[in-house]
């Protein structure tokens, strides 16, 4: 991996989109996002067959488009699908175990001190996410709102190991988050709920890539 591939992280599942999942990627692919994660989640998210079935179809649409496909926390459906990587989280098996299972997936780790970039740089992860960088009311159970500090600081200590920002990330305020030092940034509802996924894709790609 890349970092360059973190410039526009698209990260969605169906509970953050109010039209169909498929067209809301392909339109965020088109808009020229850099890399995917399905992150099937939180009341009425899909399950068993049903999300299988899902991440199948939304990985077919990233590979005609050489786009990573990424799933979240679901190890054990990314190994079934053979999906280009899996996102973890803190509270999920370290990036060391997680890369054995994977075989030579991406491993994405979330960090939020300094002391869980520095093991999850140790466990051999291949990238982090941070955040969240600004407020969000996508994912409920985030920790606090951290600013663009801990990228400057984790960028400072490992100038090449590739950090992605994550947590109220907009278009307004993307570039403060590249600034800061991050390879790219993640986004969820910006690009997800916008009323053209492309015209947004296109305006992260604009800031970031
Ligand atoms: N899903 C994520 N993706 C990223 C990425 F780096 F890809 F931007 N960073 C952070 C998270 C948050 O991951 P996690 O802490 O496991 O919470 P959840 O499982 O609710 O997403
Ligand atoms: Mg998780």
């Given at each position: ?33 850099t890399m995917f994660q399905f992150r ?40 079934e699908i053979e999906a280009d990587g ?36 140790a466990d051999g992860a291949d990238y ?82």
């Amino acid at each position: 991996m890349n970092s360059e591939q973190l410039a526009v992280y698209f990260i969605a599942g169906t509970t953050n989109c109010l039209k169909p999942i498929e067209q809301i990627l392909q339109e965020a692919i088109k808009g020229g996002i850099t890399m995917f994660q399905f992150r099937e989640k939180g009341a009425n998210a899909k399950t068993g067959e049903e999300k299988k079935a899902l991440a199948l179809k939304l990985q077919s649409i990233c590979r005609s488009a050489d786009i990573p496909f990424i799933v979240n926390d679901d190890i054990d459906l990314a190994v079934e699908i053979e999906a280009d990587g899996v996102h973890i989280g803190q509270e999920d098996e370290a990036a060391s175990v997680v890369r054995e299972k994977i075989k030579g997936g991406i491993v994405g780790v979330s960090v939020h001190t300094m002391e869980e970039f520095e093991k999850a740089v140790a466990d051999g992860a291949d990238y982090v996410g941070t955040g969240p960088v600004y407020p969000t009311a996508t994912k409920l159970d985030t920790r606090p709102v951290a600013g663009t500090v801990l990228i400057q600081q984790m960028k400072n200590q490992q100038p090449s190991f590739p950090i992605v920002g994550i947590g109220g990330i907009t278009v307004q305020n993307a570039a403060e988050v590249m600034k800061a030092g991050a390879d790219g940034v993640s986004v969820i509802t910006a690009i997800s709920m916008a009323k053209s996924p492309e015209a947004a894709a296109a305006r992260f790609v604009e800031t970031c890539k």
